[in-house]
């Protein structure tokens, strides 16, 4: 049985849930996950709405806390590109999902794929985009990582050490254009129609 339905609860006014899976996707040495930077940089974007954000490593969800979740109106999941474990945890994931959210109410963000790691990678980003194509949701690849300087062939730090804060604040603004969707906050636009406002992205 799925664990999460879109449909199951009320909107709260002027309001809209996302659910942001993080999926093995914590960086040691880090102060904040990703994940983390992520939400903090969409609750600070200027909106006429009010954001809640939620974070999971997996699905399902505890059913203790159910009767106090608002109701989503987009599940991100994170994929690690240098981390197979992530991908299987989303995939795994995945089924406990109502069918409705697959109406473009979900969003696959991959990261770590860019800044020449591709050939790093444990995960092909084809995979991902794929999974995204299969399941008829958005797909987003992004790098929230700073590119890590080179001196005599030698990376001076780790590309975990900084955050790419232009990539964060872009990638945020992305999923708040699409959240507003999502929670119906745009006159005659619905995430059924998601395919055509992703052009622009």
Do not use: W
Request: some cysteine; overall charge negative.
């Amino acid at each position: 049985m799925a664990d999460l339905r879109p449909f199951d609860k009320m909107p709260l006014p002027n309001t809209s849930s996302v659910l942001v899976s993080d999926l093995f996707y914590v960086f040691v040495g880090l102060e904040e996950s990703h994940r983390e930077l992520l939400a903090s940089a969409m609750l600070k974007e200027p909106k006429t709405f009010d954001v809640k954000i939620h974070m999971t490593q997996s699905l399902p969800l505890p059913f203790e806390r159910e009767h106090l979740r608002p109701r989503f109106d987009l599940v991100v999941f994170f994929i690690n590109l240098h981390c197979q474990l992530s991908l299987d945890i989303v995939i795994s994931s995945i089924k406990q999902l109502d069918a409705y959210y697959f109406l473009g109410k979900v969003c696959f963000l991959a990261t770590r794929g860019r800044n020449g790691q591709v050939h790093h990678s444990m995960v092909d980003v084809r995979t991902v985009k794929e999974l995204a194509d299969k399941h008829l949701s958005i797909f987003i690849q992004t790098e929230l990582d700073q590119c890590p300087e080179q001196e005599g062939g030698r990376s001076q730090y780790s590309a975990q050490d900084l955050p790419n804060e232009d990539d964060v604040i872009y990638t945020a603004e992305r999923l708040l254009s699409i959240l507003k969707i999502c929670a119906g906050l745009v006159p005659a636009m619905s995430s059924l129609r998601m395919s055509s406002v992703l052009k622009h992205f």
